[in-house]
């Protein structure tokens, strides 16, 4: 039987944005998926099984059945886990071999020992994974009272079927197995649907189609297990992808009506969100197998690569689940892309590939090596990526395309900033690892009760450039600044606390709350008490940080992060009062100016711009700018003579942030493409990210110079305005001429251009 069918998500994302998951005791991977081997046998002889037929055979050496004292010491296990780890909901898998050779009785008693020590622990979800010949009314009787979805392994028509899911005697399995999901369609409370293996030499749409005939509420479809030195039949290069974009396609057509768990992880990860498979994506895998004896083991398919391979030498009577988290074999797993082969990290689609199934890659004694479905996982993924009709974090189709026009209002940002807490709280869970225990156990607290603290601290824009640059450089003193992180959170939440922060030159800032000053070395003891501040044993003051008002809104003026230096130009040195006075004057004429003229800018800006930071002049003294890529809210500029340039320096930069965060949630263009491309305004050719950034700027500035031609205070300005309005918009036209022809665009790229060019073209009259 295969594991790979199982009712619920196998892999839960630290990129998920949902707010009911306790994501920071996710980072540390707890296990939150629990399949027990209830039986070691199977009635089965299916030729494609991973637990009889490939180079494991630890089968042999294990008990019949799991007694109710393993059971019972399992469920002890999992439920100190979870209760240390916050974890919510918890999946258990009743499996085997065949686990209704255990018998209804058994496993309702099995059912009833897992439920009394963890329904007080945890959301306890039980599920069962069968092939179905036994599947009575007695058992049907007793899943429904014990809560316990059923899903049945299945591989299509008849023929299908019986090509490999036979009785020992060769005789066909298809008419129990029918006759099994006839009364889970009569009992949908249990039916939890289908899992089927695919085999190319089967048709694949009498396949789909002999399959939603059967109404499964979700069907799994599942490559062979295979390795590199077991290959898979491959009539031709993608065979693979091929049967899988015959059944996506008559599936699509069809109104999609049931879920399919492969198509809806590739479609959820292109989309920045989490895969629902271990088959694909870059999430640490939450699953463990315990086995009949109570020994802990890695997923079942690992016994196709090699004897031995998916044990760790645990067992439920002598190791904590935490020390399984820890063992070598599981972190090998979960290294996320900085594991993969070099092959795998320079391809373009490896934030939705994630190298494939970790079996998949293995190759003569390690999995340092490309699935060997690699061309199949290419063609299917770019596939449904250059035809997908749904966008990311739920943005409709409307609201990218005023975003690609040029705009986005307070909703289409909002959505923005949603995707960027996601990428923020996958950064910090990376660096977990570096955290000290006191360090992450305040970040586990505040994650528990004061989320929302937590979560304004981290929406500083360069949280995020601190965490990229701590993850890229390894260093272990940067990523004690994780401790000013926890430190500001707990401020916000209005709680106690004390940390050993880091200190740079003298100052231990503190995101979004303020500085504290004259610290002497690389880090201090601060101690945080009803809004009293202590560092070694001395009162501080906290210097708050500044803000920028105009109105009601207000933006921070960033002049005293240590890691805001993050941008093409030198940041200024922190500000003297009169200094910050200009800066304050300029802002407040600059957003009226922005408010009263440029209102399609102005909803945008102000649910996405939280942050201005000074830039030391440029050695010419002309105007300069910047945004940081992964900066997201941050623009930062010299602060210009006029409050006219600081608006039109905030427009266009702003557009730089808005794409940076599309280019986080979707794919626009191949980026593995490594051509120069003419850029209007420049001397030097730009990659293609660099003009479509460029282009899509240049929108914002055109119509800065369009609206002033009339709105300007001098006809001299005016007729600046004039020529400027007409510089941008050819030079604007023109690059999304070459963007297009360099077909390098994805089909969701091809589109965002068009809209672009759709606000172009409407001013090619003026």
């Not at 092959?343 to 490896?350: F, W």
């Not at 100052?507 to 004259?518: E, I, K, N």
């Not at 440029?598 to 800006?605: F, H, S």
């Not at 905030?650 to 730089?656: C, D, G, N």
């Amino acid at each position: 039987m295969s594991l790979k069918f199982l009712p619920f998500p196998l892999r839960l994302s630290v990129t998920s944005s949902s707010r009911g998951q306790g994501w920071l005791s996710e980072v540390i991977t707890p296990f939150q998926q629990f399949v027990i081997k209830v039986q070691s046998r199977c009635d089965l002889s299916c030729d494609h099984c991973y637990v009889y037929e490939h180079a494991d055979q630890s089968w042999r050496d294990r008990p019949l059945a799991i007694s109710l004292q393993t059971v019972g010491r399992t469920a002890e296990r999992i439920a100190e886990h979870v209760e240390r780890h916050g974890v919510k909901d918890v999946h258990v898998v009743l499996h085997g071999g065949e686990p209704l050779l255990a018998g209804a009785d058994r496993l309702a008693g099995v059912a009833d020992e897992l439920r009394r020590v963890l329904d007080s622990a945890c959301r306890l979800h039980l599920h069962v994974q069968t092939n179905g010949v036994r599947l009575d009314e007695r058992f049907c009787e007793v899943f429904a009272e014990k809560r316990i979805s059923v899903g049945i392994s299945l591989d299509g028509y008849r023929a299908a079927n019986d090509r490999h899911r036979r009785f020992a005697s060769g005789r066909s399995s298809y008419e129990q197995v029918i006759r099994a999901v006839g009364l889970l369609r009569d009992r949908p409370e249990i039916y939890g649907g289908l899992l089927c293996t695919v085999d190319v030499a089967n048709d694949p749409v009498r396949v789909y189609e002999a399959l939603r005939e059967l109404e499964p509420p979700r069907i799994d479809f599942l490559l062979p297990y295979a390795t590199w030195d077991a290959p898979p039949p491959r009539p031709s290069p993608t065979a693979y992808a091929d049967w899988l974009l015959a059944v996506h396609e008559r599936w699509d057509a069809g109104g999609r009506p049931m879920s399919i768990r492969l198509f809806e992880s590739i479609a959820s990860t292109i989309k920045g969100g989490p895969s629902l498979s271990e088959a694909i994506g870059l999430e640490p895998s939450s699953m463990v197998v315990i086995d009949a004896d109570g020994s802990y083991e890695m997923v079942d398919s690992l016994k196709v690569t090699y004897d031995g391979a998916p044990a760790t030498g645990c067992t439920v009577f002598g190791h904590a689940l935490d020390e399984v988290a820890e063992h070598p074999k599981m972190l090998a797993q979960r290294r996320g892309v900085g594991g993969l082969s070099p092959t795998c990290r320079a391809c373009p689609v490896v934030r939705v590939c994630g190298g494939g199934l970790y079996t998949h890659r293995y190759r003569r004694g390690d999995f340092d090596n490309p699935s060997v479905y690699c061309a199949d996982l290419f063609k299917l993924i770019t596939h449904i990526r250059d035809t997908t009709r749904s966008s990311t974090h739920a943005m409709s189709s409307a609201g990218l395309d005023s975003l690609a026009q040029g705009y986005g209002g307070a909703r289409e940002i909002q959505q923005l900033a949603d995707g960027q807490r996601s990428v923020r709280r996958a950064l910090i869970a990376a660096l977990r690892p570096r955290a000290t225990p006191e360090t992450w156990n305040v970040f586990t607290r505040l994650d528990a009760g004061h989320r929302d603290a937590l979560d304004t601290v981290l929406a500083h824009p360069y949280v995020r450039s601190w965490a990229v640059d701590c993850l890229q450089s390894g260093g272990s003193s940067s990523a004690r600044y994780l401790a000013n992180i926890a430190v500001a959170a707990m401020m916000r939440a209005g709680r106690d606390v004390t940390l050993e922060v880091a200190v740079t030159d003298g100052v231990a800032y503190l995101p979004t709350m303020g500085a504290v000053r004259r610290l002497d070395g690389e880090s201090a003891t601060l101690t945080v008490s009803a809004r009293r501040i202590t560092a070694d044993g001395r009162t501080r003051l906290l210097e708050p940080v500044r803000r920028l008002s105009s109105g009601d809104f207000s933006v921070v003026l960033e002049d005293a992060d240590p890691h805001r230096d993050s941008h093409q130009w030198r940041a200024a040195p922190a500000l003297d009062d009169t200094a910050a006075k200009a800066w304050q004057v300029s802002f407040e004429q600059a957003w009226r100016l922005i408010e009263r003229e440029y209102p399609q800018y102005a909803d945008g800006l102000r649910a996405g711009l939280s942050t201005l930071t000074p830039l030391a002049r440029a050695p010419a003294g002309q105007d300069v700018s910047s945004t940081a890529r992964h900066a997201f809210g941050a623009v930062a500029a010299a602060l210009p003579d006029g409050p006219e340039t600081l608006a039109l320096l905030i427009m266009h930069e702003f557009q730089h942030v808005k794409l940076g965060a599309v280019f986080d949630l979707f794919d626009l263009y191949d980026r593995s493409d490594t051509r120069l491309y003419h850029a209007p305004w420049r001397r030097d050719p730009r990659p293609l990210e660099g003009l479509l950034q460029g282009t899509y700027a240049h929108i914002a500035v055109t119509e800065f110079w369009r609206t002033r031609r009339s709105t300007a205070g001098s006809a001299a300005a005016r007729e600046k305005a004039r020529a400027e309005f007409a510089r941008w918009r050819d030079h604007t036209w023109d690059a999304t001429h070459t963007l297009l022809d360099s077909k390098a665009l994805t089909v969701l790229g091809e589109r965002f251009v068009g809209r672009m060019r759709e606000t172009i073209s409407s001013w090619m009259a003026d």
